[in-house]
């Protein structure tokens, strides 16, 4: 359960926490001075720390130095009245991680308090290779896999993570691009350092230039005091960039000018900040398709890929299945309180025939699910969730067709009726990533269909999509298309 530490005077506002977050959520600790504080943080671990400025011994600018001293992973955030909003902003330049104004906005504490906490388990939990011989320790973010794909994965990470320059991850969503992230970071030079993740497809664009670079007081509607961005804030660490395919043309044009000069503008400002940040980006989209259609800058691409690594997709990895289903039965029996220890062979047939387009993230998900239906030591085949047990093969998998049997895909997603079963199913099954799923499948019966009415004509294809034709070869490994196989069942 995470932990949090309060410091104030107030015993009102402290009253205002114990009512925002009940012993339920998290795990509360209070002092009313800095030394009360000091005291209790170095007894105590804690994910993150909120203080106000004025204090009755101390100021909140010194104790955020001390307690820095002491663990400078900790997220601190300042609380002040509006009168002292310099202090707080001297602070965040300092390293604190944000500051709320009294009176305290219930959501905005919440929210803010939920983003430290999450940076905090970013920074702190260490992120270690599992050895197919080594016993689970309780390490919830390991690197599993011994398949060749990831053993290059591991040779990458160690000879980049030391070396001060940029990395672009690149993967599907769920393969595990931000767990990678966090292993180059913990590896490398600025492992003491700062650790700030932004996921810019998650942050609305007309707001993503602010976060990444702060603004002036009145620079936009709604902009009524002066804020730190994240490469300000992060100076000295490493800032992980997320989904930065999504990222705006004019946001990217500020970021590729980071990258050359080490400096930029808050939004609405004059004032010329420097920085010196480490930056990891990472993205499921194809980019260079997107430099093609002219939505994403060549340069800042090639400003980004000084080093990449690919992450291959679950249905690559071949053999590292059971490997992950042992892990993550052990992770979500500790955590769910159940003694869950292995599958039937049904169960681990299903599993191996599906064709995981949500990666790791849905493995997660089918398992923990399965970890809660199961009655016994034994995950049976019954307890999967239905997208699992009645799934279609995917087409790099399907069995040849019997003669006289017809070429058209054995999927039904080409009906309204099929689509919207696969969305309730996969909606069922608690899924994350229900955009990419659908985007997926729909993709795979379009490719499919179209190969197959074209005879494998891959130069025809790519014609009728009006896109390259090694463009349509990535979308075709990318959905798991075999066209060998298509061509011979076609034949």
Not at 203 to 228: C, D, M, Q, V
Not at 285 to 293: D, K, S, V, W, Y
């Amino acid at each position: 359960m995470p932990k949090l530490l309060v410091v104030d005077d107030d015993t009102l506002i402290l009253d205002c926490f114990r009512y925002a977050f009940p012993p339920e959520l998290l795990s509360l600790e209070t002092a009313t001075t800095a030394a009360e504080a000091l005291s209790l943080f170095r007894q105590q671990s804690f994910d993150a720390v909120i203080t106000d400025v004025r204090l009755p011994d101390s100021s909140g600018l010194q104790l955020l130095q001390d307690l820095q001293t002491l663990d400078g992973k900790v997220p601190v955030i300042l609380m002040t009245g509006h009168g002292t909003a310099n202090t707080a902003i001297e602070a965040m330049r300092r390293g604190a991680f944000e500051y709320l104004l009294k009176p305290l906005d219930l959501d905005a504490l919440q929210s803010v308090v939920d983003r430290a906490l999450e940076t905090s388990r970013m920074t702190r939990t260490l992120v270690k290779i599992a050895r197919d011989t080594e016993p689970d320790q309780g390490v919830d973010d390991l690197l599993v896999g011994q398949c060749p794909a990831m053993q290059e994965v591991y040779r990458q990470i160690g000879r980049v993570a030391g070396q001060d320059v940029t990395v672009l991850i690149l993967g599907e969503s769920g393969t595990g691009k931000e767990v990678v992230a966090r292993a180059i970071y913990q590896y490398s030079k600025r492992a003491d350092k700062t650790f700030l993740a932004i996921n810019c497809a998650a942050i609305p664009e007309n707001l993503l230039e602010s976060e990444l670079f702060g603004h002036e007081k009145g620079s936009f509607t709604g902009a009524e005091r002066k804020r730190i961005g994240k490469f300000e804030q992060c100076d000295g660490g490493t800032l992980f960039l997320d989904e930065i395919g999504d990222m705006t043309p004019l946001t990217q044009t500020k970021v590729l000018r980071v990258l050359q000069d080490q400096q930029f503008e808050r939004v609405g400002g004059q004032e010329m900040v420097r920085t010196n940040v480490r930056l990891i980006a990472a993205t499921n989209r194809h980019l260079t398709e997107m430099m093609e259609h002219g939505t994403f800058r060549s340069d800042l691409y090639y400003r980004l890929n000084v080093y990449t690594i690919h992450l291959p997709p679950l249905r690559e990895r071949e053999g590292d299945l059971p490997l992950l289903v042992n892990h993550f039965l052990k992770r979500f029996s500790r955590e769910l309180g159940k003694d869950v220890r292995s599958l039937s062979p049904e169960a681990m047939d299903l599993l191996t025939d599906y064709p995981w387009p949500g990666n790791l993230r849905e493995l997660q998900s089918v398992l923990k699910h399965a970890v809660v239906e199961a009655t016994g030591p034994v995950i049976l085949s019954e307890f999967l969730p239905g997208v699992v047990r009645f799934s279609t093969p995917s087409a790099a998998n399907a069995p040849e067709l019997p003669p006289g049997a017809s070429p058209r895909t054995t999927s039904d997603l080409g009906t309204n009726d099929g689509l919207i079963d696969f969305i309730h199913q996969r909606i069922r099954a608690g899924t994350e990533t229900l955009y990419d799923d659908v985007i997926h499948r729909v993709e795979r019966v379009m490719l499919t269909e179209l190969l197959q009415q074209v005879e494998g004509n891959i130069s025809r294809a790519a014609a009728i999509l009006g896109i390259s034709r090694s463009t349509l070869r990535a979308k075709l490994t990318t959905v798991g298309i075999n066209l060998e196989r298509l061509v011979r069942m076609t034949e």
